[in-house]
């Protein structure tokens, strides 16, 4: 691996805890699907500020992992070509979607209901008997996955032959561009939202995000045939950090705003037209291209260096990724009890669940049948 490529694996670890963190801060006030809610969203300081951390967290961090998967994908089909690239991404993001649908997303749900005193082994029955399917989690390798067809496609019809097609370095484009594509963007976003709003599954996808996703993933492509990320520098990316400044506190101010005028809970960010779903659809593009940015340019520079323990958390964090909910929701299950502020707990669970989770995906990478799908 190249020197420059340690800090883009621990950046993917990093947002593999963040994830973990997301789901607990959903668990302590913050909105969102998740399998356990111990407290729901309220007017109360610490639900708000959960509430804006998983904001933030939603509009970068899962763009995030589809640049970085976009990145890795040309080199991957050069390297194995087409039969074989297809045949790895099921094997890599198929099987663990299978499993979690089959196995884990009911297991899951089925901790829930034992806790609430409505049984484990009705609740699994009743799923795999009504066909319900759980993708949790697991909806990003459904995506990627989806993707990687996608791209073998375009590739094949539209693109260069495999041998022919190399890297040929371009300048990162100016930063107009990253404010134009913004904008593009974030007009996309709102135009699916008319149909899809934000928080509504069509095949277990949340469609409404997806203009992000859809840029991000083309962009980290880009990335690698054109040796952007080498060539990132605080100088080209300073219109996109500028504009992530600017951008961020605009979403609090626009929420607090919309309360006063409307009321909690009759304000309409998700879809539709109105002035929230306009600010909502377009602060999220802002706010992914300089947080990405920001996080590629800090990491690449303090955080580049071999390093035993990191190596350790890198080759773990997709089997972490794989597996947490069981292990989040069941450690949130055991604390229930405990009388704490919603902060603290979210701290101390959040905490509990990474280091556990870790430790729970060591033997799994070390299994010869399943360290080649982890």
Request: overall charge positive; hydrophobic content about 55%; aromatic content about 16%.
């Amino acid at each position: 691996m190249a020197l420059r490529d340690f800090y883009i694996d621990r950046l993917r670890t990093v947002m593999t805890a963040f994830v973990i963190l997301h789901h607990t801060a959903i668990t302590y006030g913050a909105i969102g699907g998740w399998f356990w809610h111990e407290i729901d969203p309220s007017p109360a300081a610490s639900s708000q500020l959960l509430i804006l951390f998983c904001t933030t967290n939603q509009a970068y961090f899962m763009g995030f992992f589809f640049l970085l998967a976009g990145y890795f994908t040309p080199a991957s089909l050069e390297r194995k070509g087409y039969a074989r690239f297809v045949g790895d991404r099921f094997i890599r993001l198929g099987l663990p979607l299978l499993a979690f649908i089959l196995i884990l997303g009911p297991l899951t749900a089925a901790i829930v209901t034992a806790a609430e005193g409505h049984g484990f082994w009705p609740t699994i029955a009743y799923l795999w008997k009504h066909r319900q399917i759980i993708n949790g989690p697991l909806w990003f390798a459904q995506a990627l996955l989806i993707f990687s067809l996608f791209y073998c496609v375009w590739r094949a019809v539209f693109g260069a032959t495999l041998t022919e097609s190399q890297q040929t370095p371009r300048p990162v484009p100016a930063g107009r561009w990253w404010l134009l594509s913004a904008l593009a963007t974030g007009g996309a976003a709102l135009a699916i939202r008319q149909i899809v709003p934000t928080g509504v599954n069509v095949f277990g996808l949340q469609l409404g995000y997806f203009a992000t996703y859809v840029v991000l993933f083309a962009v980290g492509i880009a990335a690698w045939r054109f040796d952007w990320l080498r060539q990132l520098n605080w100088k080209n990316a300073r219109v996109g950090v500028i504009a992530f400044l600017i951008a961020w506190p605009v979403m609090p101010v626009g929420i607090a705003v919309a309360h006063a005028l409307g009321g909690r809970g009759r304000s309409n960010f998700s879809g539709g037209l109105s002035w929230t779903a306009i600010l909502y659809a377009l602060w999220e593009p802002f706010v992914a291209w300089g947080l990405i940015a920001l996080s590629l340019l800090v990491f690449r520079e303090r955080m580049n260096q071999p390093s035993a323990l990191w190596a350790w958390l890198n080759r773990r964090a997709y089997a972490v990724y794989i597996i947490h909910p069981p292990v989040l929701v069941g450690i949130s299950l055991l604390l229930h009890g405990w009388v704490a502020l919603a902060l603290v707990k979210f701290g101390v669970v959040g905490l509990l669940a990474c280091i556990a989770t870790w430790l729970a995906a060591d033997p799994l990478v070390r299994l010869p049948g399943l360290r080649r799908v982890v």
